[in-house]
């Protein structure tokens, strides 16, 4: 599709999961200080979801600037015993603007159902922050040729009702795909984000069409020009090539065109 041919503004985020400590404090603000200067005219959201421990920190030091924070997590309810747990009215004091839910390794590793992943998702626009809501197949489920399926029937059960352009973003996150260095071909991406897209318009009409579709799973800097072009690709969830400000940055350009 090329740049000028963008509808929708991209988000690029980067999720560090269980990575980083204080002194990655430099590499985010690497993204920022390189975000000020050559990428002056911003054609894209950046944003990053550190570790819980980072966000107030991060926060302190980069905010207000052309980074965006988000969590990785958060709990459906307000407040409460729930130990261990953070509500994402808790985010958003931290400074995050967004929050990650149902990430496949949260589904794999906690047992989270579309259920909870909606609940969170409604949780976040409670706390008025956004819900980038993750759904993806399996390896077994792609073998079997059910990969519509699946996504088609998560993100009916994961999305909430009252989500709009502006509060949800949806992830399509092939969990094969995730951490292994291996990704679909561009008509897979094509295809499973132009079914995404046909769902999003059915469930939220006009709105539908509007709302961002992110591709996540091994994206790299020598891969995301090719992601990018794809149509109903609206920007990039990265995993491990986000931890280092040069990677994250150079696929952060191929979604601005600099
Ligand atoms: C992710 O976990 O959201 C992800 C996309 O990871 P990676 O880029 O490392 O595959």
Redesign the pocket.
């Known amino acids: 599709m090329g740049i000028a041919g963008r509808k929708i503004r991209p988000l690029v985020a980067g999720?560090w999961?269980m990575n980083g400590d204080k002194a990655s404090l430099a590499e985010a603000e690497a993204v920022r200080d390189a975000l000020l200067g050559p990428f002056a005219s911003l054609a894209a959201d950046v944003m990053i979801a550190p570790p819980v421990t980072l966000l107030a920190g991060f926060a302190a030091a980069l905010g207000g600037g052309p980074v965006l924070l988000a969590g990785q997590d958060c709990h459906p309810r307000p407040c409460g015993a729930h130990t261990g747990d953070i509500a994402a009215e808790m985010l958003k004091e931290s400074g995050a603007s967004a929050v990650i839910v149902g990430?496949s390794?949260r589904r794999a590793d906690h047992g989270e159902t579309n259920a909870e992943v909606r609940a969170k998702a409604e949780a976040a626009h409670r706390a008025g922050i956004g819900a980038i809501v993750?759904i993806g197949e399996t390896k077994d489920e792609r073998i079997a040729g059910l990969t519509l399926d699946v996504v088609r029937r998560q993100l009916k059960e994961s999305m909430p009702e009252i989500s709009t352009a502006a509060n949800t973003v949806l992830a399509y996150?092939p969990v094969w795909?995730?951490?292994?260095g291996l990704t679909p071909t561009a008509e897979d991406v094509k295809d499973v984000h132009a079914a995404i897209r046909d769902v999003l318009v059915d469930l939220f009409g006009m709105e539908g069409d509007k709302m961002r579709i992110l591709y996540?799973?091994?994206?790299k800097p020598d891969n995301a020009a090719v992601l990018m072009a794809v149509e109903n690709v609206d920007g990039a969830?990265?995993?491990?090539?986000s931890l280092k400000a040069s990677d994250f940055l150079a696929i952060v350009r191929t979604y601005v065109g600099e």
């Open positions: 999720n999961k990430h390794e993750c996150e795909a995730i951490g292994t996540g799973g091994s994206v969830l990265v995993g491990g090539a």
